[in-house]
Structures are given as structure tokens and as C-alpha cells.
């Protein structure tokens, strides 16, 4: 068994080895699509529900594959590359990794 520091999670309220506190909020930060897969700079994803683009006067069709998305500060935001549309910007609860 191996010596390991514990520590107190506040939001459990439990003693827990540092390493497995560690491991758990990298994971809570880690940007997810609607699926709760991890998303990750180059995925492509999928529409899960049609989307009125503001300023475009287009729709986007549910099931439409977006290209090599970029993540952004906001975990709940991903930046997108469409044709036709310069600056869009999704959020991760309508897509779904391909």
C-alpha cells in the first residue's frame, strides 16, 4: 500500500488521498458534449437539435457535422469552423462527439 497525503474535500465532506481529490477535479473541469463524452481541440461533433444562427439569417439542421472545433475558456462553449459563418460558437449541451 502506498503513503499517500489526505485531504478534505469540502463538497463530499470526506478525507480523501490527494491524488484521487486531484483526479477528480481535472476530471469535473474537463469540457463535455450533451452525452457527457469528453471533448477534446480537432473533434468533430454533431448537431443534436436545429439551431437558429443569430446575425447569419440561417438554420443549422440537427445532425450536421461540425469540423475541428476548438475549445474555449468556457467549458460550456466550443468555437467552431462552418461554412459560411465566421465566429461561431456553440454551446456543448447540443452536440455530440462523432
Known amino acids: 500500500m502506498q503513503d499517500d497525503d ?5 463538497e463530499t ?8 481529490l486531484a483526479a477528480r477535479k481535472a476530471d469535473a473541469s474537463a469540457v463535455r458534449d450533451s452525452a457527457g463524452n469528453v471533448l477534446a481541440d480537432g473533434d468533430q461533433v454533431v448537431l443534436i ?3 437558429p444562427v443569430k ?4 438554420t443549422l ?3 450536421t457535422l461540425i469540423k475541428a472545433i476548438r475549445l474555449t475558456d468556457n467549458p460550456e462553449e466550443i468555437d467552431c469552423k462552418f461554412e459560411g459563418i465566421k ?3 456553440l454551446r456543448t449541451e447540443f452536440v455530440r462527439k462523432r
Open 49 to 51: 437539435k436545429d439551431l
Open 55 to 58: 446575425g447569419a439569417g440561417q
Open 6 to 10: 489526505y485531504v478534505y474535500d469540502e
Open 61 to 63: 439542421k440537427r445532425g
Open 13 to 20: 465532506g470526506e478525507w480523501m488521498p490527494a491524488s484521487e
Open 87 to 89: 465566429g461561431l460558437v
